[in-house]
Structures are given as C-alpha cells and as structure tokens.
C-alpha cells in the first residue's frame, strides 16, 4: 500500500487538527466574540444590548478612568521594565560571581517569583500601612517620627505597586539573563585581561553586547506581563487612591466582571490586544535588524 | 510499508482521541448531574463555610427541613464573590438554587428578572410585617412589588464608642451634634481621633450615606444644602485632625485593629464586634455600642440597617426543596440557628425577642435602634457597585482637597443622574 504525494499533504493537517480544534475553541472563538462584543452596547445589569459600531472606541478617549488608566499603565511598564533590565542585569552579574553560598542564593532569589501576586499584594497592602507596615517599621529604626501613610498619596501608591512588582518578578528576569552570562566563554574574559581591559571595561566591550539580544527577548514577555497585570493592584490598592493605580488590565476586569459593562470591557480588551500585537512586531524587528 | 503503519496509526491515534474526549465528556456529564440529583435535594452557595460552627448549623437545617444539602463555599473576597454570583446568575446557570446576596448585589439583581419571588410562597403577608418594613422595601423588593430574598438577619451601621477614651476625657454620653464635636476636639490629638472610618473607595459609601441621613439630607439630590453640610463636616474633621486622611485606605480589616488599640474614640460599623471581642476589646467599659446622635437638633436618629438574604434563582430546577429551605429560614427555627451558630441577629422582631437572651449586649441597643432611629436600606442603584465606586473616588479627592465640596456635591449629583437612568 502507498499514499500518494498529494494524499501526503494532508496528514500533517490530520495530525494538528486536534490542536486547531482546541486553539479554535479556546482562543479564536474568544477573540471572535469579544470582536463583535466591542461593537455593542452591553449592560448586563440594566439588560442593555445594542449595536454601537465605533462609539465604544470613541468614548475610551473621553473616559477621565481610562485615562488616568492608560497613564499608569504607561508609567508602570516603562519604570518597571527600566528597573528590570537594569537591576535584573545588576543582579545577574552578582549571582554569576564565585563566592561561597552563591548556589543558595540563586535558589532563594527566586521565592518572591513563585508567590502568588494576589497573596502579595495583600500582605503589601499591611506592609505599606503607616500604623501596622514593616516598611514604615524598618524606616523609623533610622527616623523615629517618621509618618507615611503610602497608599493614599497618587506617586507613593504608585510608586509602591511598582516596587511590588519588581520585587517579585526582578529575581526571575535576573535568573533569565544569568543563563545568558554562563554562555560567555572565561576564554574571552582571560584574553580580555591580558589585553589590559578592566572589569569595567569587559563588562560594557564584552558582557553587554553579548547578552543584549538575550535581554531584549527577555523583555518581550516581560513587558507584556507588565500590560495585562492586574493581580497586584486588585489585592494592594484596589486601583485607589481614586483611580491612580488602576492599571488597564484591572480596569477592564472592573468593567467586564463588577460593572458587568461587557461591550465597554471587550473595547478596551481589543485596544490592549493591538498594542501588545505592535509591541511584539516591533520587537520582532528590532531583534531581525539585530541578527543581520 | 513501516511509513505507510506510522502514519496510519498516527491518525488512528489521532481519530481516537477526538472520539474519546467527545464520548468522554457526555458521559461524564450525564453521570455528574444524575449522581448530583441522587444524592443532593438542593445546592446553597453560602458566604458561611468558613465558620467553625457552619457544619452544626447545615446538620440542624437538613433535620429540620428532610433536605440534603450540598453547599458550595462563596469566595470571600467580595470583588471576586459577586463577580462569580453574577455569572451563575445572568447565565441562567441551574447548578445552584439558593444563594446568599448582600445589599449592593440585592439593588442589583433585583430588577433583572434573575430571581423567583417569594410573596406567595415563603415572604407570605403573616409574616412579612416582623421584618424591618424599611429593609423589605428599600432593598429586597423588585419594581412589581414581588420580595426577592429572605433577610437572614438584621444588622445596623452601629455607632461605636470607646468608653475608656470617653471616661479619659470626662464626657458621658454623645447625644447631640455638639456633644460630638466636643467629643472629637476632646480626644483628638498625639496619634489619636476623635472618629474614624474605612474610607477605601468600595466602603466610604456606607459613612457618606449614614452623615448625610443624620444631617437631613437625601443621598439621590445632592442640591440639597444639608448634603453640602455633612461633606463640609466630614472635610472639615480631617483639617481639624479630628479624623484621619490615612484611613482612605483601609477597609473594615485596617480600621478594627485601629480601633481595638485606641486610636479612635468612635466610629460606625456593622456586626456585632466580633473583632473587638477577640482583642478583648468588647464591653461597656471598653468598645461598646451607642445610640447614633440626634444631628438634626429635632430628636431624629438616622441608622441604616443591612441583610445578607437567601434568594431562589430563577433557573433551579429544584424549586420545591428550595422553597422548602427558605420557609425554615423564614421560621423562627432557622433564625434561631443562625443567630446560634453564626451570631446572627434575627431577622424577625418577634423572633428577636424570643431567641436572643437579655445577657446579650446587642439586644437592647438594637431594640432601641428599631425603636428610637429613622432605619431605612441603604441608597443604592442598579448599577450598584459602579454608583459606589465613582462616589468613593470623588469623596477620596475632596477629603484630600483636590476639588473642593461645592465640586463635589456637583459631580456626586451627576453620578446619581448618571446611574439612575
């Protein structure tokens, strides 16, 4: 028995049509309807369900939450990602050193990582209390009157979502860009040394031109984790004080699931979708110019 | 020949798996809700699974009843419970009879076709006048005049004192509005208030609501000038350092450890002090209830009261065992059991009176909140959470002076013409 050429063709489109079907289900279907979702009018509550086309779009820019939504978001990705790279790079380069303990270190930089959000941002929410926190606690062993209150002032609060933010998920981009350094050969290093180069020197002739396109993979989906955040700010602020610290993605959780204003939610769901598909494109582009 | 196996197998794999997850599923299904039917009469999504004495409570109910219950646990985040309440419910889901909803999702669900009425099978007229009439017709009657839940207890936004702070600077009771000034200069100063609250955006509403009904006003017309006073007073309490700015945010879980280590000398919330008797805190010569002081000068206390009640969802298909569960929770027995295992006032003013001791603190103090206040539901709207959430923000901006009052009585009144709509 043989199969043709052209009978050949099929089976591998046999063979993923489980996973097609699946994908289908779970992801096309899903964005499909939240297409046609944000063309509509939907109030769950007050049994509204009409056909809007663009207004939906049009009212996001006029919408005062949004913006100070969007703002955020904006405020949020670019600060955090800048302290990602930075510190993460920073502490990479500390976990790569050879010292003693350094293998138990790399294991217990990563617990923060594996903690839930949500159960960090509840005990954030104690630990930025200005009565009960820990860090006004550790700051008055220094300033003994010292009285902040963090989460009720608009660049405090905020400024605290994004130190949460860093300390969980710092140690796990810092383990990513370590796996990066150990592809660099010693070799390199050594004939640098010989050369005369300092530390300095190696590190921004050598250590960061090599890890550069393996960080700004890194940052693909870390910053696209950055955009659909929403965990954290739910269990630590509730988007207060007002709606400083509502990210986009908590704003549209608001929307879809409290407000049950789906038709509004799935507006600003597909506006988030463009901007990370651009994100990504973008990129991709960078990272192809790179390679060439 | 060993290509042409391969792939034959390859597919059939594939084949079969398709068939299998297909044939699979149905199967399970069938299974699951004919195993669900045998075993169970009805299934309750209850906020109480948490409590330790919860597993007494469900056996008293299923020996009083004949039914056998399967309960689901509610989350106990409120975000997340009425987001999971409003899926169940708008989706027509039938896998859940009885429900326990608060106020904010009573206001609403109440309009929206979800819920059965109950005026001719459980909130019958016999018994509908021993509930708090306020209560019935501000928040669990629909626009047809049919009550949507049975209350599953009676609960007031109390206010609260510290009598150790009162006794500390020599005033005996808080009855008038000058007394409660005189009070909050008195105690205000070093790290302590004279008041305070939980002012996150979700929980202001409540103090909003509760200063605009002790000052006369009407929280749905904010160009009533006695609405402008109460914001005025609340604001100017903060300047003054008699009430924290801090406090917008915390909710009841920041604001009762607060106040069990004496850094307010009074505050409205409801419940019966659970968490100040297990600091210790609860007594008369410690953290105890007060009558709510007569702002209007006329001898009128405002206080709002708030329920948690079953309802039946429209989509159950066990509709006679549910009736059957909500008229012992409308019966003095299932009050009684409830007010035993989860202390929760009864409903019922005769059961009341009956069930709970005279030991009991909370009972002549909301005797005499039934008898001496204005009790009314809370002003809520369809939209419910969304109306709350809007006001705490704007409220949170004039506490911090970022617009001022007159800004805030503005916008607050287009938020109510806003949702009301």
Known sequence: MTISKKSMKWIPWILILPVILIRGFTTLYPIGATLKNSLFDIKVLSGVNEF???????NVFKDPKIISSISFTVIFVVVSMVFHVVLGVALALILNMKFKGRRFLRTIVLIPWAMPAVVIGMAAKWGFNNDYGMINDFIRRFVSDF???WLINTGSARAAVIAMDLWKDLPFFAILVLSGL???SGDIYEAAKVDGANGIQSFFRITLPLITRNVITLCIPFTLWRLTTFDLVYAMTSGGPGEDTSLIAYRIT?????????GYAATLAVMLFLVMALFSWFNIKVMNRMSD | MKKTVSILLTTALAAGMLAGCGGNSSETKEEGSSAKKGDYDLTLYSINTTDPDFDDWLKNVEDATGLKINVIAAPTDSDTRQQKITTILSTGDSSVDIIEINDEMSASFKNSGWL??????VMTEDIRGEFPQGYLEDMITDKDGNIIGVPGYSGYLAFWVNQEIMDEVGIASIDTKEDFVKYMEAVSGDGRYGYGGSWEKTYVFN?????VNMFGGDYFDWTNPANKEAIQFLHDMVQNGQTPIDQIADKYEQMNPKANDGKYGSWFMWGLGTD???????GADKIHMAMVPDFSGKGQRAIFTDSWSYVLNKASENKEAAVKFLEYMADEGGMEASYKAFDRYPARADVAAKVVPDTDPAKEMYSRYAEECNVAGRPMLPQTMEFITDMGTIYQSCMKDEITVDDFCKKAQELVDKYSK
């Open chain 1, 52 to 58: 809007v086309g663009l207004s939906n779009y049009i």
């Open chain 1, 147 to 149: 009285q902040f209150n």
């Open chain 1, 182 to 184: 150990q592809f660099i």
């Open chain 1, 254 to 262: 608001m929307e879809a699931f409290t407000n049950l204003n789906v």
């Open chain 2, 116 to 121: 059965e009425g109950l005026n001719d099978t």
């Open chain 2, 207 to 211: 103090e909003i609501a509760q200063f």
């Open chain 2, 276 to 282: 100040y008797e297990k600091a210790d805190m609860l």
